[in-house]
Nanobody, 124 residues
Framework: QVQLVESGGGLVQAGGSLRLSCAASGRTYSWYVIGWFCQVPGKEREFVAAINWSGGSAYYTDSVKGRFTISRDNAKNTVYLQMNSLKPEDTAVYYC?????????????????WGQGTQVTVSS
């Protein structure tokens, strides 16, 4: 069992930056994949980025490539999402999630544990 707690959301102007954190507690394994998803009211939760807990490649949805960076600090059991050049369309609740199988996935149902989410609001 893994517990996830997101933090770092808030209100920012367009063009600004935020760094989201996802702190994991409980047992973690090297094959875990950590993902970030976002959701707006009335829409399904969508993939943003993912990274292997042991390191290696990161994966992004096209709309955030070049603007967002996912990283992890294994010593702190924390995964980060650095969000730069934010746009109003990035406004959403952002969730981190853990996939208990090797290999990344863009599909939300492939992830087994979820945090409670953190609100990001980008004003124009």
């Amino acid at each position: 069992q893994v517990q996830l707690v997101e933090s770092g959301g808030g209100l920012v102007q367009a063009g600004g930056s935020l760094r989201l954190s996802c702190a994991a507690s409980g047992r973690t394994y090297s094959w875990y994949v950590i993902g970030w998803f976002c959701q707006v009211p009335g829409k399904e939760r969508e993939f943003v980025a993912a990274i292997n807990w042991s390191g290696g490649s990161a994966y992004y949805t096209d709309s955030v490539k070049g603007r967002f960076t996912i990283s992890r600090d294994n010593a702190k059991n924390t995964v980060y999402l650095q969000m730069n050049s934010l746009k109003p369309e990035d406004t959403a609740v952002y969730y981190c999630a853990v996939r208990n199988l090797p290999g990344p996935s863009y599909k939300r149902y492939a992830y087994d544990y979820w945090g409670q989410g953190t609100q990001v609001t980008v004003s124009s």
